[in-house]
């Protein structure tokens, strides 16, 4: 499916914001109507998509022996603003990068063609690799994307966390986490930390669609646990999450003290990107 590929067309407001912030500080914050904006899509069509959180599926691949996350997984190369699904694969991580969980070839569900095919999937490949392009130094225009669609389902007497593996970089580029929905539910708080581990912001997503975007090669990030407001009901924590890094990068990225030296050199290039 051809898509306008957005890094070659002028940036609108909110999109160079965006930009700037992420050069400046590493990470984005978007409340839900800039995640509208910057999508370019209509309220009307949030509703299917989010319904298909209802039908995600147990991960059976945790190394916690927790019960509470359900998903599905796809993954997409993203070249010139053309977008194309690639067959159903594996998830790895190192254990560098996840000790929890990684390592080993994880196999989840797939995301429903419907989905995966979906304005908004297609609306956030583009943003991503768009903004990978622009903090990055790179002529690279050929992305490879991993979508998740999470659940988080927090009971009383489980500890529930969104991020078992604990505070943590994706070994990729960029990462983009959206809220999908909340309910009978604290905790869940998104904390940006830096490759030292210092604090730079606890966020809360509230409302459906606030996304965090952040440079993954720069800093860390960890969700708080969730339970529920009132029990026996579950806490639930729906969340959509997108990497992205260049189709010929191995999966795990280079380490923190490696990105920090190159700095300079893409802050350079930036300028030129404009
Ligand atoms: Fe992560």
């Known amino acids: 499916m051809n898509h306008r590929p957005l890094w070659r067309t002028p940036l609108d407001e909110t999109m160079k914001r965006a930009v700037t912030q992420l ?33 995600l599926d147990p991960d059976e691949w945790m190394g916690d022996g927790g019960t509470y996350r359900r998903r599905r997984f796809a993954t997409f190369s993203v070249e010139g603003g053309s977008i194309a699904r690639k ?22 569900s797939p995301v429903e063609p419907e989905i995966a095919d979906h304005s908004i999937t297609h609306g956030l490949l583009s943003l991503g690799t768009s903004l990978a392009y622009r903090i990055t130094d790179t002529a690279e225009t050929h992305w490879h994307a991993e979508m998740h669609q999470f659940r988080i389902e927090g009971k009383a007497f489980e500890r529930a966390t969104p991020t078992p593996e604990g505070l943590h970089r ?4 960029l990462v983009i986490m959206m809220l999908i929905g909340r ?55 729906d969340a959509l999450v ?9 999966p795990d990225a280079p380490a923190l003290s490696r990105v920090r030296q190159d700095e300079g050199r893409f802050r350079a290039r930036e300028i030129q990107k404009g």
């Open 87 to 108: 067959p159903h694969q594996r998830h790895y991580q190192s254990r560098l990068h996840n000790q929890l969980n990684g390592g080993v070839d994880r196999w989840f």
């Open 183 to 237: 309910r009978n539910m604290l905790g869940g708080i998104t904390g940006i930390r830096d490759g030292e581990g210092r604090n730079l912001a606890d966020l809360e997503l509230a409302s459906p669609f606030e996304m965090v975007v952040v440079d993954d090669r720069r800093l860390q990030h960890v969700v708080t646990p969730i339970k529920p407001i009132k029990s026996p009901e579950s806490a639930v924590r």
């Open 170 to 173: 994706d070994g990729v580029t």
């Open 23 to 55: 050069r400046a500080t590493g990470f984005a914050r978007f409340e839900a109507l800039q995640s509208k904006d910057l999508l370019g899509l209509p309220l009307e069509c949030f509703g299917p998509f989010t319904e298909s959180w209802e039908r």
């Open 242 to 250: 997108l990497t992205f890094r260049p189709e010929t990068a191995e």
